[in-house]
């Protein structure tokens, strides 16, 4: 009986924590979309990004602001935009530090592209 009464618990926190949840995640989405009502913030909040990218500060990521920093002097624009695109979709590691960035199989090559130039405007 108590073992029935924890997992009822159990299941009953969850359902009530679970719309917490969404709500934070739609509120950070709002927030993102408000201050940009450009394609690359819409491509933002549809693919997530969010979970480790914020435009300022450094999440699980780094920022917007930073990337667009480090890059502001590459030379060749556009293999620059090919290469970070490229990187979106499939994921990798060892430019920032030790996290990797998972690969975004759900995001076509345009919209990588979309994103990185939106990206590489953050500052
Ligand atoms: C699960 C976490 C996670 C998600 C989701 C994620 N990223 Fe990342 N991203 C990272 C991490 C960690 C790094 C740093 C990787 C490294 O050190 O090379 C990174 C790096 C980057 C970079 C810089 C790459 C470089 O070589 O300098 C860009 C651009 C980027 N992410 C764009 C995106 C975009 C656009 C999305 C949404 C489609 C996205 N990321 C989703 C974690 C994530």
């Not at 009986?1 to 934070?24: D, E, H, K, N, T």
């Not at 950070?28 to 693919?47: F, P, R, T």
């Not at 780094?62 to 293999?79: F, K, T, V």
């Amino acid at each position: 009986m108590a073992r029935f009464i924890y997992i009822f618990s159990l299941g009953l926190g969850i359902l009530v924590s679970a719309p917490l949840f969404v709500q934070a995640a739609s509120n950070e989405s709002a927030v993102q979309v408000e201050k940009d009502n450009s394609v690359g913030a819409k491509l933002y909040v549809a693919h997530k990004c969010y979970e480790c990218h914020r435009a300022e500060e450094h999440h699980i990521g780094p920022s917007w602001q930073a990337i667009s920093l480090r890059y502001a002097n590459e030379e060749d624009g556009s293999s620059l935009v090919e290469r970070l695109s490229t990187k979106v979709i499939k994921g990798g590691y060892g430019a920032w530090g030790i996290l990797p960035m998972n690969s975004n199989p759900g995001v076509s090559p345009e919209d990588a592209r979309a994103l990185v130039e939106w990206v590489l405007e953050a500052n």
